[in-house]
């Protein structure tokens, strides 16, 4: 049934269940003269009508659902017309998965995809248009972690916190995932170069920006005094002294010394429409560390040419108020840049210290124990309790970078049984026949994990388009991390129970052919979502 895939369209999810939406929906006076004469019915949204399967175990039967409840929703009984099933059937359209059949059953209307189609479709010519986000974006988006300013002095491994280290991890994998939009990334702020804390980075596989030791950007800085001096926030001192002594909300870090520069952080967001910020933000002291901190983001925007530059201002819970006191200063200084804060929930790690912990975490483990959570949840480590971290079993990072590896070695192992003639070279995918992947673990790992791929990347890139959202972002940083363990469950048992290089028999090379072909794009798979984390894959067990 390849007549019914376009050309050179990728096959997606979100287009299919549209059409298939689409077809059962019909025309809205069609699906009314279906109904029992009960007037005005209520017409569920089209996202709503079906369902994806992902379990293997529904996936012997169906690959896509319309539960009995939105059939009787629909039409009459439940009872699903001829022209409609006919349209089901008869699905085509872009990007849209071939339909090989379809029935009713007592779950609902279950729809079969025409599998050796779509393994040829997704697999001939090799598999990069899944590989990356469906469309490209425009825009600069400066990467800024608190965690790494001077306070006054340049954090160290000794000083750093857990929480704080996710924020870095955080804004590092932000940085591959908006890149990869297409998004101009920079990082913020820039770290003396042969610190202790770059150094460290790196052993982690971040590399941060830095600039030489002795440099400065004491010009910026006194730029950023001068504009706050004379902003039109700034508080002077008859102001001051009409507000009541509880009228200020939380008075951070206040200097009460004659002369002290304050900038009321309240009226700018509220004069300027800014939604999400504490309403107790108040009256702010400036200080150095301050104007440290905004000459900083002022020097990483200053060579975004893009009409639209993003701050994401990437935090702990613990210093949220403190950063968006930043923000409203940066704000009040004249900056116009769109500004978010993504805010990260605390690690807690009973008994333990940054130094100890590393050393029983490799970088992927790291990784993958600090970005795996949703970024508002707190992480919990305890590397005294056995299974505290996931450094073993089907969880955690090492176990991802295992299987990565096992795909390494299979191709290989393959390689060499050329060299000796017991295989021949994989051949044109023309040459061969897709209906031979007949396992379900074949159909699941090209149906829940190659085939959804790049509308995860484009769904994760999305969250910064949202307008009028509030100071905070959501965004499902976590994702990667769970694709990844998800896909190695599913490939390490598809791979312990299924013999991919066979006996060198004519007879039995399609099948293995075809396997050979899954397996390569999976691979793929494995390093474009591992260059999302920063880490490079792992060829050799």
Not at 480 to 494: G, H, P
Request: with cysteine; aromatic share 6%; charged share 25%.
């Amino acid at each position: 049934m390849m007549e019914n895939i376009e050309a050179l369209s990728p096959l997606r999810i979100t287009p299919t269940v549209r059409a298939l939406s689409s077809a059962l929906r019909g025309k809205r006076e069609d699906v009314h003269g279906s109904s029992r004469g009960n007037g005005d019915r209520v017409f569920p949204e089209p996202e709503k009508l079906w369902f994806k399967e992902s379990s293997a175990k529904n996936l012997r039967n169906r690959d896509f659902l319309s539960p009995t409840t939105m059939l009787n929703t629909l039409y009459a009984d439940g009872q699903v017309p001829p022209a409609v099933m006919s349209r089901v059937l008869s699905l085509r359209g872009s990007g849209v998965l071939p339909v090989a059949g379809g029935e009713v059953m007592g779950e609902g209307l279950r729809v079969r995809v025409d599998r050796a189609a779509a393994f040829r479709a997704v697999l001939a010519g090799g598999a990069a248009e899944y590989l990356k986000p469906l469309s490209q974006r425009h825009g600069c988006v400066v990467l800024n972690c608190p965690a790494l300013h001077p306070k006054p002095n340049t954090p160290s491994p000794d000083t750093m916190s857990l929480g704080q280290l996710r924020t870095v991890l955080l804004a590092d994998h932000m940085g591959a995932l908006l890149r990869r939009q297409g998004f101009a990334v920079s990082f913020c702020p820039a770290l003396p170069e042969d610190s202790d804390i770059v150094n460290f980075l790196r052993a982690l596989g971040i590399d941060w920006p830095t600039a030489p030791t002795n440099w400065t950007n004491e010009e910026r800085e006194e730029k950023i005094q001068e504009l706050l001096e004379n902003s039109q926030y700034r508080e002077r001192e008859m102001e001051r002294g009409r507000r009541t002594s509880g009228g200020g909300g939380r008075k951070a870090e206040e200097d009460e010394s004659e002369g002290a520069l304050r900038v009321n952080l309240k009226r700018v967001f509220q004069e300027e429409g800014l939604l999400g910020y504490d309403p107790s933000l108040g009256t702010c002291t400036v200080n150095r560390d301050s104007v440290s901190h905004l000459a900083q983001l002022d020097l990483s925007t200053a060579d975004c040419t893009a009409a639209m530059v993003t701050a994401l201002h990437v935090t702990s819970c613990q210093d949220e108020f403190r950063q968006q006191q930043i923000a409203m200063l940066w704000r009040a200084s004249g900056a116009k840049h769109t500004q978010r804060h993504l805010v990260c929930g605390p690690v807690k790690t009973p008994g333990s210290h940054l130094t100890d912990i590393i050393k029983v975490m490799t970088s992927a483990t790291v990784r993958f124990e600090l970005l795996s959570t949703v970024h508002t949840s707190p992480v919990t480590l305890d590397v005294k309790r056995e299974g505290g971290v996931s450094t073993k079993g089907p969880r955690g990072g090492v176990f991802v970078m295992y299987n990565c590896a096992r795909l390494h070695t299979l191709f290989d192992s393959y390689e060499r049984g050329v060299e000796k003639g017991l295989y021949p070279e994989i051949p044109e995918d023309s040459q061969l026949d897709f209906s031979a992947l007949k396992e379900e673990g074949e159909w699941l790992l090209l149906f829940n994990y190659l085939i959804p791929f790049s509308e995860l990347l484009e769904q994760l890139g999305q969250a910064l388009d949202s307008e009028g959202g509030g100071a905070r972002v959501n965004i499902k940083t976590e994702q990667i991390c769970k694709f990844l363990v998800s896909l190695s469950k599913d490939f390490s048992s598809y791979y312990n129970r299924v013999h991919v290089l066979g006996e060198p028999l004519p007879h039995l090379f399609n099948q293995m052919f075809c396997r050979l072909y899954l397996l390569r794009a999976l691979r793929e798979l494995y390093h474009s979502a591992l260059d999302t984390l920063n880490l490079p894959p792992i060829r050799q067990l």
